[in-house]
């Protein structure tokens, strides 16, 4: 289970890292939001910095389920690794379905990444590692 924690975790760093790029203006909005934009507009940068937290906080809780950092109730890390779990399964439609080819193949493949990975974590409970 140690290298679906790292996938899971690196898979997050570069979503982080493409999201940021999107708020501040990055002309790579061909990966994001449906793949309507070039560069994102107002709202849609705003989105892409909350996403930026969202993913510090499924790292979070993935990590803490999987016992590599111990900062969240262990009720709090199960429900919510399911809860990333559920959100990441939930993401594959709309990826699956964008317009944009680019976002098809890159969102579609990050979220089963991050599907699966933090399926096996929710099953498995705390590791040792």
Known sequence: MPVLVVVFVAVLVLLSVLQLALVCGAPWGSLA?????????????VGSGIAV????????VVLDRAGWIDVVAEPVAGVGTWAVFGFAALSVIPNAMSRSKPERYV??????????????VALSGASTT
Do not use: D, E, I, N
């Open 33 to 45: 939001w449906g793949g309507r934009h070039r560069v994102l507009p107002g709202p849609l940068r």
């Open 53 to 60: 937290v969202l993913y510090v906080a499924f790292a979070v």
């Open 107 to 120: 969102g579609t493949s990050a979220a089963l990444m991050l599907a699966v990975t933090s399926l096996v």
